[in-house]
């Protein structure tokens, strides 16, 4: 089934209509996050990269056409006018791995209002979902003060392809591996992963569990201990490890109980069999407050994986994010609904180190040292320059999240950090206000742009 059928049935309902009614204008839709979830001090742009593919494939066929029509139990024929519709606009974006915050657009597209219109849908859900996963990510990151982070989230993620998503944003926001072979394979990712209980349970005792994992993995290997008696288990594997000589580069992994207490007892029983090289890796339920917690302690922790909380975000599993038609045929247009306004006109974002950002309109001049966040990523329905990687996205990410002040990065109790409304943008805002509600005429409120 096409990607374009997934969408919600109003987008189909007002692109038809839209197209009976000669709309065909240029529109122009801004998604941006309204509010930061609790808890959060800014948010981590991603899933551009994988929504820039979905446009660029976008195209309503016959088979598309007949769902549409048995989405609404009508006739084929009277869908016909949406066959062959394909994105044609152009795209304007904060390129992934950026730090954001509430109010500034992700990205802005401008179409025929039909395509922009039934894009809605799926871009809410791509970018929406990888940002949540994204800055929940980076928390965990900024939380474990230096030490590897790995992705465990596969086995609970939201479906598979969140799962992916997952590991991807994990790796724009710095993870040191996952355990999602896919992810790793296509993305460039370190892969890693250790063993199961199962694994453990399916020898007779955890020693001959060890010794036949290290039988058939040369390299340095990573034991699970906590499977029945999490202090014998440490012991047994540091035997099997001396005997082995396989210390150096080799691990164990902690999986369950105090964290805490445990990991200071097995560094002892490591160090003691001469396992100084032995690293602790933990795992079970964590996310960035769990690690924090530990890091805090001085737990003796080398590496942290993290997995259903972190991949589902559990702490905050969506965005207050939104999709809204700020532009029509060159026409600023708003929304007044309680709770819900939003700004007119197409936006820009300029970043002034030091400063708070600005929320400006789309062809105001760039403040002196300022830098613009949106970038035209796409003319026509194709993309202007080559796919962006994971690398690059974490190259700025790292760049953004070190500017931060350090009371929006801190894990708990974050202080958010709010942009600055330009001044054309304000007078541009009560000005559509003031027409939308009768008391200015539609030529004052059109001409707040000039």
Same mark, same amino acid.
């Given at each position: 089934?096409?990607?374009?059928?997934?969408?919600?049935?109003?987008?189909?309902?007002?692109?038809?209509?839209?197209?009976?009614?000669?709309?065909?204008?240029?529109?122009?839709?801004?998604?941006?996050?309204?509010?930061?979830?609790?808890?959060?001090?800014?948010?981590?742009?991603?899933?551009?990269?994988?929504?820039?593919?979905?446009?660029?494939?976008?195209?309503?066929?016959?088979?598309?056409?007949?769902?549409?029509?048995?989405?609404?139990?009508?006739?084929?024929?009277?869908?016909?006018?949406?066959?062959?519709?394909?994105?044609?606009?152009?795209?304007?974006?904060?390129?992934?791995?950026?730090?954001?915050?509430?109010?500034?657009?992700?990205?802005?597209?401008?179409?025929?209002?039909?395509?922009?219109?039934?894009?809605?849908?799926?871009?809410?859900?791509?970018?929406?979902?990888?940002?949540?996963?994204?800055?929940?990510?980076?928390?965990?990151?900024?939380?474990?003060?230096?030490?590897?982070?790995?992705?465990?989230?596969?086995?609970?993620?939201?479906?598979?392809?969140?799962?992916?998503?997952?590991?991807?944003?994990?790796?724009?926001?710095?993870?040191?591996?996952?355990?999602?072979?896919?992810?790793?394979?296509?993305?460039?990712?370190?892969?890693?992963?250790?063993?199961?209980?199962?694994?453990?349970?399916?020898?007779?005792?955890?020693?001959?569990?060890?010794?036949?994992?290290?039988?058939?993995?040369?390299?340095?290997?990573?034991?699970?201990?906590?499977?029945?008696?999490?202090?014998?288990?440490?012991?047994?594997?540091?035997?099997?490890?001396?005997?082995?000589?396989?210390?150096?580069?080799?691990?164990?992994?902690? @999986?369950?109980?105090? $964290?805490? %207490?445990?990991? =200071? &007892?097995? *560094?002892?029983?490591?160090?003691? /069999?001469?396992?100084?090289? !032995?690293?602790?890796?933990?795992?079970?339920?964590?996310?960035?407050?769990?690690?924090?917690?530990?890091?805090?302690?001085?737990?003796?922790?080398?590496?942290?994986?993290?997995?259903?909380?972190?991949?589902?975000?559990?702490?905050?599993?969506?965005?207050?994010?939104?999709?809204?038609?700020?532009?029509?045929?060159?026409?600023?247009?708003?929304?007044?609904?309680?709770?819900?306004?939003?700004?007119?006109?197409?936006?820009?974002?300029?970043?002034?180190?030091?400063?708070?950002?600005?929320?400006?309109?789309?062809?105001?001049?760039?403040?002196?040292?300022?830098?613009?966040?949106?970038?035209?990523?796409?003319?026509?329905?194709?993309?202007?320059?080559?796919?962006?990687?994971?690398?690059?996205?974490?190259?700025?990410?790292?760049? @953004?999240?070190?500017? $931060?002040? %350090?009371?929006? =990065? &801190?894990? *708990?109790?974050?202080?958010?950090? /709010?942009?600055?409304?330009? !001044?054309?943008?304000?007078?541009?805002?009560?000005?559509?206000?003031?027409?939308?509600?009768?008391?200015?005429?539609?030529?004052?409120?059109?001409?707040?742009?000039?």
């Amino acid at each position: 089934m096409s990607d374009v059928t997934t969408t919600d049935l109003y987008e189909v309902t007002m692109a038809l209509s839209y197209v009976h009614e000669g709309m065909d204008a240029p529109a122009t839709f801004s998604l941006f996050v309204r509010r930061l979830p609790p808890g959060r001090g800014f948010l981590v742009s991603a899933g551009l990269e994988p929504a820039l593919d979905y446009l660029s494939g976008f195209r309503v066929t016959r088979g598309d056409v007949r769902r549409f029509a048995a989405a609404l139990d009508r006739d084929p024929a009277e869908l016909e006018p949406l066959l062959g519709l394909a994105f044609r606009g152009e795209v304007r974006a904060v390129p992934e791995g950026r730090v954001v915050h509430a109010g500034e657009p992700l990205l802005e597209v401008t179409a025929p209002l039909p395509q922009a219109q039934l894009v809605e849908s799926y871009l809410l859900a791509l970018v929406s979902h990888q940002t949540t996963v994204a800055s929940k990510a980076a928390r965990s990151v900024l939380a474990a003060a230096g030490h590897p982070v790995i992705d465990f989230s596969l086995r609970r993620a939201h479906g598979p392809q969140a799962g992916f998503q997952a590991a991807r944003t994990g790796g724009i926001v710095g993870f040191a591996g996952t355990s999602n072979v896919a992810a790793a394979t296509r993305l460039g990712l370190t892969a890693s992963g250790t063993m199961a209980h199962s694994y453990v349970e399916a020898f007779p005792d955890e020693e001959a569990a060890f010794r036949a994992f290290a039988r058939a993995h040369p390299g340095p290997v990573t034991f699970l201990v906590d499977t029945y008696d999490t202090e014998r288990g440490v012991v047994t594997a540091a035997r099997v490890l001396r005997e082995l000589h396989r210390g150096t580069g080799c691990g164990i992994r902690l @999986d369950s109980g105090d $964290l805490d %207490a445990l990991s =200071r &007892r097995s *560094r002892e029983l490591l160090d003691a /069999a001469g396992l100084d090289g !032995t690293r602790i890796v933990v795992s079970g339920g964590l996310d960035e407050y769990g690690v924090d917690e530990l890091i805090r302690a001085g737990a003796p922790v080398d590496v942290f994986a993290v997995g259903t909380k972190v991949g589902t975000s559990a702490d905050a599993p969506y965005l207050d994010s939104a999709y809204k038609l700020v532009e029509y045929d060159g026409r600023p247009v708003m929304k007044l609904s309680s709770a819900k306004v939003t700004a007119p006109g197409r936006k820009q974002v300029f970043r002034t180190p030091g400063g708070p950002d600005v929320l400006a309109l789309w062809d105001e001049p760039r403040p002196e040292g300022a830098e613009p966040l949106l970038r035209t990523v796409m003319r026509g329905g194709r993309r202007i320059g080559p796919p962006d990687d994971v690398a690059a996205a974490h190259a700025r990410f790292v760049a @953004d999240v070190t500017a $931060l002040p %350090a009371s929006a =990065r &801190r894990v *708990r109790d974050p202080a958010p950090v /709010a942009p600055r409304v330009s !001044t054309r943008l304000a007078e541009l805002t009560d000005a559509v206000r003031g027409r939308l509600a009768g008391t200015v005429s539609p030529a004052a409120a059109g001409g707040g742009r000039a």
